[in-house]
């Protein structure tokens, strides 16, 4: 079975093509912005134009416009191939990838919105510890934070910790290669983008009839 990984939501922007659980290819860049044209000619690069049938999406948190990118191509191949599509957390794709080479809790801490950042913590099997937050730096030095921190902002939440020293920080933006190591219980058919934070645009509220 063939496989197809999506990763959009930070400012990495990569795909990864799995044959029966080994990688294939892969093509991972560090964009910033500019997913939205670089994304399908990604896919189209790898064998097959990275025809398969499972497709693996990211969810976020993260760039609000690159996880919608990610999930709308994920969806019109998935259509178009008939393929199987489930999304995933991309923190827990970071926390898979920092076990990978220290199996111990680890705290993830990501670049999110508004100077904020996405910060959640995993044990040693991958699994969810905490719920995801998404804090001012100065907040998310305050909570309790495992020796092991990976994550696009790993290294800056250790300097801000009293004991910067005594922790293992690991800068790491997610890798959608990675995905074939991401624990089963992480994918989800429900493909809702995971924010992390609250909308900045809220609708007005409804006028009061008069009496």
Do not use: N
Not at 8 to 22: K, N, P
Not at 120 to 148: K, W
């Amino acid at each position: 079975m063939r496989m197809l990984g999506i990763e959009t939501a930070s400012e990495a922007c990569s795909v990864a093509l799995f044959e029966d659980g080994a990688l294939v290819e892969r093509d991972h860049r560090v964009l910033g912005r500019g997913h939205a044209e670089q994304l399908v000619p990604m896919i189209a690069g790898l064998p097959d134009k990275g025809r398969a049938d499972a497709i693996r999406v990211s969810l976020g948190p993260g760039s609000f416009t690159g996880v919608r990118i990610g999930i709308a191509t994920a969806r019109a191949l998935a259509f178009a191939w008939r393929a199987e599509l489930l999304g995933y957390p991309t923190l827990a794709l970071v926390a898979a990838m920092a076990l990978a080479d220290r199996r111990e809790p680890v705290t993830v801490c990501a670049t999110g919105g508004h100077g904020e950042w996405f910060v959640q913590d995993f044990d040693a099997a991958g699994a969810a510890t905490s719920e995801l937050e998404s804090l001012p730096p100065e907040a998310a030095a305050a909570r309790p934070v495992h020796e092991h921190i990976a994550g696009s902002q790993a290294q800056a939440l250790a300097e801000r910790l009293a004991s910067p020293d005594s922790s293992v920080a690991v800068d790491l933006l997610p890798d959608a290669r990675a995905i074939a190591v991401l624990g089963t219980s992480h994918f989800t058919p429900g493909l809702a983008p995971i924010y992390g934070r609250a909308p900045d645009a809220r609708l007005p509220a409804s006028p009061v009839a008069p009496a």
